[in-house]
């Protein structure tokens, strides 16, 4: 028997984001933090948990609160429902994991600004029930996080020469001459990485810039 | 003198804050399309950060840091964990009140940075600006220099990209290449360039 945990309708609202709609490569949403963070792998999935959390939770307070929220000044309220979950989020990192927590620095504060979220809230929680909004959040984090994870791979790969933290480059290669690129881990390598990646997903995707 | 000469050359050329930071890059790629908007919203942004570094600096040294309420007689409150959410609030309302302001004076530079001008407010080189303050603790002179560099640093970004992305119009790039992708690899290169100013003190 197959379990039908979700609808047709509601897996479009998860699946769309991972590609045809990914807010990174096709909306260009949320690129600061998607650069910052993506030395590491490991910094890359605490980045991305933490967005999965602030937008999937947002999404729905919002969503919930959708008609009593006055328009004019929808903005506000939506900044300081963000505010309040990055706040509560940054705490519990800082609680439990101090450490990563230092890594991220202001990054983390930074998903307050982040135009994934509410752009997100706009678009989707203003105008469907807080179980749709809840998974329009997971959808859109969880494709936001595809494609830190992804810059993340090559910087460190390139970078440090290891995955995960797991040193995957021989020795035997470094005698042979070979040298981790310097660049990848500077600003420049997260630039031109994320520059292909987004190229490489328009092409599969068939989306074209007007210019 | 020289002290805060460096903090206006560091801030611009060594740790640029879009260059190096990747800080307000969502507007950085979509409003650098036409040279004109690019000046427009690089001025807006000089000015609201030059405004709001000093004002999130008072309140974090006045209202929100460790032992800050002494003044009120409270010294064991710490409000730290209030930081984001009030400091978000005064750029919001620092940029309202720029824009009252610019409509009121100056109805010329309002009509041109139309809509970016409220769109700052979720610029993260503002928010990101501030939280660096607290992070390195400037004193005031030296946080409304810090910003009125960044601010600056961000004009020359935006400015620079939007004259290449004006002659790459003549340049035939693959079409999927076309836009974002190519503005990604167009900054990485100038990124590149500005790596060259690394070192640089007076």
């Known amino acids: 028997m197959k379990l039908n945990l979700f609808s047709r309708k509601d897996k479009k609202i998860i699946k769309d984001p991972l590609m045809g709609e990914n807010p990174i490569s096709i909306h ?28 999937s939770i947002s999404n729905t307070v919002v969503a919930l609160l959708r008609k009593l929220i006055p328009n004019k000044v929808r903005i506000i309220i939506q900044m300081s429902v ?129 210019e | 003198m020289q002290h805060y000469i460096n903090i206006i050359i560091n801030s611009i050329f060594i740790e640029n804050i879009v260059l190096v930071y990747f800080l307000g890059m969502c507007s950085f790629l979509s409003i650098s399309k036409k040279v004109e908007t690019s000046i427009g919203l690089g001025f807006a942004v000089v000015f609201v950060l030059s405004i709001t570094a000093p004002a999130n600096w008072a309140l974090n040294e006045y209202l929100l840091a460790e032992g800050a309420l002494a003044w ?27 824009e009252m302001l610019l409509d009121r004076f100056s109805p010329v ?19 990101g600006c501030s939280l660096f303050l607290v992070e390195r603790e400037y004193n005031l002179a030296e946080a409304t220099v810090y910003g009125f560099g960044s601010g600056l640093g961000f004009f020359l970004a935006i400015v620079s990209l939007a004259t290449i992305r004006k002659r790459m119009r003549y340049s035939n790039v693959p079409p999927t290449l076309r836009g974002v992708g190519m503005s990604m690899l167009l900054t990485g290169l100038i990124s590149m360039a500005f790596l060259g100013f690394s070192g640089i003190s007076l």
């Open chain 1, 28 to 55: 260009i949403l949320g690129i600061c933090s998607a650069l910052a963070i993506t030395t590491k792998i490991d910094t890359a999935v605490v980045m991305t948990l933490a967005v999965v959390a602030v937008l």
């Open chain 1, 82 to 210: 963000i505010a309040s979950l990055v706040s509560i989020t940054d705490e519990i990192l800082a609680a439990y994991y101090y450490d990563m927590s230092k890594l991220l620095g202001v990054f983390l504060g930074l998903i307050i600004t982040n135009c994934i979220v509410l752009g997100r809230l706009e678009a989707f929680a203003m105008q469907n029930s807080p179980g749709k909004a809840f998974l329009d959040g997971m959808g859109n984090g969880l494709g936001y996080g595809a494609i830190l994870i992804a810059v993340a791979f090559f910087r460190e790969l390139f970078g440090f020469g290891s995955i995960y933290g797991y040193n995957v480059i021989n020795d035997n290669i470094y005698f042979s001459g070979y040298e981790n690129n310097g660049l990848m881990i500077l600003s420049p390598g997260a630039f031109i990485i994320l520059g292909l990646i987004v190229w490489v997903h328009r092409s599969y995707t068939k989306v074209v810039d007007k």
């Open chain 2, 72 to 98: 009120a007689g409270l010294e064991d409150i710490n409000l730290d964990f209030l930081q984001f959410i009030v400091f978000i609030s005064v750029i919001a309302a620092m940029v309202q009140l720029v």
């Open chain 2, 109 to 127: 530079l309002y009509y041109n940075l139309g809509i970016f001008l409220p769109l700052i407010t979720v610029n993260c080189s503002i928010l």
